[in-house]
């Protein structure tokens, strides 16, 4: 389902703009003339089930399996409330059904009712003979309400692992170089070279809700990460963020939500166990839910970087990313989306601004989980096309050649849960950098395994 990018080496910058702006075109209209098709397949079938099933329902009330079987109709067409007024009268029929009452519990949570949703949560928790995933569950659900009717909200995440990649160092392809203009033999050694390392990444999230309609809260974001080259310590890296701002909610009807985060950001990082830059700055992120199916991003951030090292104060200068884009329910299990982006970075040295603009494509799509069936897994492809237009030459270099890159980014990852705060995570993946000066030419093939912990 994802689709493809025709890379082709050596083509001016000029066309291949050209050749990126129309196929963006045709690739977004591709995908949202697949999408639509499957959407209308899928939602006709499960209404043609929800109507087929209310009216075995309604044709005998008492019968616990065809109500039960119009619950599950309904909720997959979206009628929460219908399910939960079925689940209910099934309760009236036949009390002692736990599992009905733990579903019960998880459609209210959906719902926002968490009085509801706790009074039959609590129910599973008493009742005999409930298995112990169902008690797992709805221990979790219910902690999930303490801390949603709390207007103080942690969350967090910590992940460690290790990589291989083919060449970490990102070093050509070939030994011969451009040097002040002429051609020059780079020695073995600074090609590119394989590595292992290790890292250890944190997300931490801290949220005040002010219980107001629309909602508005003020949230707090840390991202650290540090990383152990096993070879190459020049390039061992720590660096950490963090991000301050409001959140505003609208949901003018239901099904759709505007969600509006405007924020000031601060990230520093050190390479080699020096530092490297500071950075300060701001963004704003804008979710649009068009429906239960189709939701639109957009979004830009703007970062001063004051470089530390007297000799990489040439990089100094702002940067500016902005992005846009769309994710679609393609079926049930499966989340397509598109994602064009523009990047600006400025600098003292403009032999080291340049501009960047790219598109991605990414598809996720859900599975059983063979490690645990209570807790699907998930996988994620993406693809991505950038290319990037520098605004001087360089005069170390090549003082008569302007640096452009094309780069074909291709991932893929698997994440299996083993319960609700423990996973892992597989990635792999492949980045293609082709240059009008082989100084910049060079491919890395990568793969990592990491354990995640959620709390």
Excluded at 366 to 381: A, D, E, K
Aim: charged share 20%; proline share 4%; aromatic share 10%.
């Amino acid at each position: 389902m994802l689709p493809s990018f025709v890379f082709t080496r050596r083509i001016p910058t000029k066309r291949l703009f050209l050749k990126l702006r129309s196929r963006d075109c045709l690739l977004a209209a591709f995908m949202a003339l697949l999408a639509s098709v499957a959407l209308a397949q899928n939602s006709a079938t499960r209404t043609e089930q929800y109507e087929k099933s209310f009216a075995d329902m309604y044709a005998d009330v008492g019968n616990l399996d065809k109500t039960f079987a119009f619950a599950e109709a309904a909720i997959a067409v979206g009628d929460i409330e219908g399910a939960v007024a079925a689940l209910e009268r099934m309760l009236i029929i036949e009390p002692d059904l736990p599992q009905i009452r733990l579903q019960l519990g998880t459609l209210y949570f959906q719902l926002g009712s968490f009085a509801m949703a706790s009074t039959y949560l609590d129910a599973v928790l008493q009742a005999q003979d409930v298995p112990d995933e169902a008690k797992a569950l709805a221990t979790s659900i219910l902690k999930q309400i303490d801390q949603m009717v709390s207007p103080h909200r942690f969350s967090g995440s910590v992940s460690s692992g290790v990589r291989y990649q083919s060449n970490a160092n990102g070093g050509p392809l070939t030994p011969d170089i451009r040097l002040f203009g002429g051609s020059a033999l780079l020695d073995e050694e600074y090609l590119g070279q394989p590595d292992w390392d290790l890292s250890l990444t944190g997300q931490f999230s801290y949220v005040y809700d002010f219980d107001t309609e629309p909602a508005f809260t003020i949230e707090s974001n840390l991202l650290a990460l540090q990383t152990k080259q096993n070879t190459f310590s020049q390039i061992d890296t720590s660096t950490f963020e963090i991000q301050l701002g409001p959140r505003v909610v609208l949901n003018p009807k239901p099904g759709t939500a505007a969600d509006l985060r405007p924020y000031l950001l601060v990230n520093s990082m050190a390479m080699g166990g020096k530092d490297s830059f500071d950075a300060m700055g701001g963004g704003l992120d804008f979710d649009w839910r068009a429906s239960r199916s189709m939701t639109w991003r957009l979004g830009a951030r703007l970062a001063d970087r004051d470089y530390k090292q007297a000799t990489e104060k040439g990089l100094d200068g702002d940067r500016l990313r902005a992005f846009g884009g769309a994710s679609l329910a393609l079926t049930d299990t499966t989340l397509g989306s598109l994602t064009l982006s523009s990047l600006r970075e400025n600098a003292q040295d403009k032999a080291f601004a340049y501009s960047e603009l790219g598109v991605q494509a990414d598809v996720q799509r859900i599975f059983g989980n063979f490690l645990n069936p209570q807790f699907p897994g998930s996988t994620l492809l993406s693809i991505g096309f950038f290319s990037k237009a520098f605004d001087e030459a360089s005069p170390t270099i090549d003082p008569n050649v302007v640096r452009e890159d094309q780069t074909l980014r291709l991932n893929g990852a698997v994440t299996l849960p083993l319960n609700t705060n423990f996973s892992f995570l597989i990635t792999a993946g492949y980045t293609d950098v082709n240059s009008n000066l082989p100084n910049f030419t060079n491919e890395n093939w990568f793969s990592s395994l990491s354990v995640l912990v959620q709390f």
